[in-house]
RNA sequence: GGACGGGUGGCCGAGUGGCUAAUGGCAGCAGACUGUAAAUCUGCCGCCCCUUGCGGGCUACGGAGGUUCGAAUCCUCCCCCGUCCA
């Protein structure tokens, strides 16, 4: 079981730092927590992401490990810790971000969706119920609830029906964890239900208020990051989190580009995860604690400086920029390695920073800083 | 000296009378990426002009002539490269 515990909150903000305590580690948030779909951060090893950057939680996709291995196969192996050699957290997204990023292969019902596999084209079906059975044969951490993630825009009346659906989804899923719970015995796995209803603020605490009956451990604030401009997505944390339990975890769900970090916890989120700093990392965008860098640009083909002259990762205290460069464009594997080192290492600092200034009461004036960051480098 | 083959935009390489400023690939330049179908995708990529639209002008397929309404594509000569034979 996930239990939470807030350690200092912000005076002027939503914003506060914690403890979220875990079968498998505590973890200190606000967290940001790298994605793993396939049971790895693409580029890094096991021991990259707990000995140099000390990432307490990581993000597994039910999915994609559903098709592949399969979650019996898993099982079998020990579990996912176990499988993947991870001993620290796991939180597992349950597909229904692939509801949306696959939305050519699946079709919505009632009773679930039904997935055409992107890899041979067979057909499953997704059920809440199935959905949670997966994640318990996985053993993460944190489990989600199947979720419609709507794309952006849709209407009103489109929203409202899939919030519902996915309210109705939730509490299938709660009861039939909850079920499970009784017969197998005690439970060291957490169930999050997801807060949706698109870019509209009154489906927004609608929902909310509808999940917060659940009684969960966290609650999750999804369909965000669909392709919205990016004050929306403020502004439907802002519509969603004061109807959530202050006492429970809130968790924005695939969020946000490096200089959003804070916007997020300003607004009361405590756990993010988000592809962009492995994706973009091997796309040769980089963040840095002066803006973007992108490593391609002529303009670093013969600099000798470290990514972020301010960074302390293994690439930036080993490598030129010119270096990266010439990896990134020779199409060599290192240079991924290297660049999602680093990101991920931005990211986790940015963090670090967030918890500390909440800890000693600067985050306000940590904010305004972050907020004064020029976009590009240099 | 002779016989073949070949010289195309930064490179490789299509194209063998008009639809060709010229397919592709690579390189180059820029952009996108947000609970990962992504080490992916998109755009630009001869020069100049009009803020403009499938717009206009110039230069270009080794060189120089020629045939033709029209040539990278056909003809003539020349130059260069490769292979082979003397």
């Not at 620290?88 to 949306?100: E, K, M, N, P």
């Not at 199947?146 to 009346?157: G, I, K, N």
């Not at 489906?203 to 917060?212: D, F, H, K």
């Amino acid at each position: 079981m996930a239990r939470f515990e807030v350690v200092a909150e912000c005076g002027a903000t939503r914003a506060r730092a914690g403890l979220l305590h875990t079968a498998h580690g505590t973890i200190e948030t606000p967290v940001f927590m790298p994605v793993g779909t396939q049971a790895t951060v693409k580029g890094l090893t096991q021991r990259d992401l707990a000995e140099e950057l000390d990432v307490r939680i990581l993000l597994a996709n039910t999915y994609h490990l559903f098709l592949r291995p399969g979650h019996d196969l898993i099982r079998r192996m020990g579990g996912l810790h176990r499988f993947m050699s991870w001993p620290r957290a796991i939180l597992t997204d349950s597909g229904g971000y692939q509801v949306f990023s696959l939305s050519d292969l699946r079709k919505i019902e009632d009773a679930g969706v039904t997935f055409q596999s992107h890899l041979d084209g067979d057909r499953h079906v997704f059920t809440p119920e199935s959905t949670v059975d997966v994640q318990m044969a996985l053993g993460s951490d944190v489990m989600m609830v199947l979720d419609e993630c709507p794309e952006y825009p849709v209407s009103h009346e489109y929203a409202r029906a899939s919030m519902e659906r996915t309210v109705r989804w939730a509490r299938s899923a709660f009861a039939h964890y909850r079920g499970r719970l009784a017969k197998d015995g005690t439970g060291t796995q957490s169930l999050f239900p997801i807060v949706q209803g698109s870019m509209f603020a009154d489906l927004r605490r609608g929902c909310a208020e509808q999940l917060v009956e659940l009684d969960a451990e966290g609650y999750a604030i999804g369909g965000l990051s669909v392709g919205e401009p990016r004050p929306l997505s403020f502004e439907m944390v802002e519509a969603t989190e004061p109807f959530l339990p202050r006492e429970r975890p809130h968790y924005a769900m695939g969020v946000g580009m490096a200089e959003e970090l804070a916007e997020y916890v300003a607004r009361g989120v405590d756990m993010m995860d988000c592809v962009l700093p492995s994706r973009n990392a091997r796309n040769g965008y980089l963040f840095t604690s002066q803006g973007r860098l992108i490593i391609k640009h002529t303009r670093y083909k013969e600099d000798p400086r470290p990514i972020d002259e301010n960074c302390g990762c293994y690439t930036c205290r080993n490598y030129s920029r010119a270096y990266l460069r010439h990896l990134y464009q020779a199409g060599e594997m290192l240079y991924a390695v290297l660049a999602t080192r680093h990101n991920l290492r931005r990211y986790l600092d940015i963090m670090r920073e967030i918890r500390q200034a909440i800890l000693l009461g600067q985050f306000p004036k940590y904010l305004k800083t972050v907020r004064a960051v020029p976009v590009e480098v240099e």
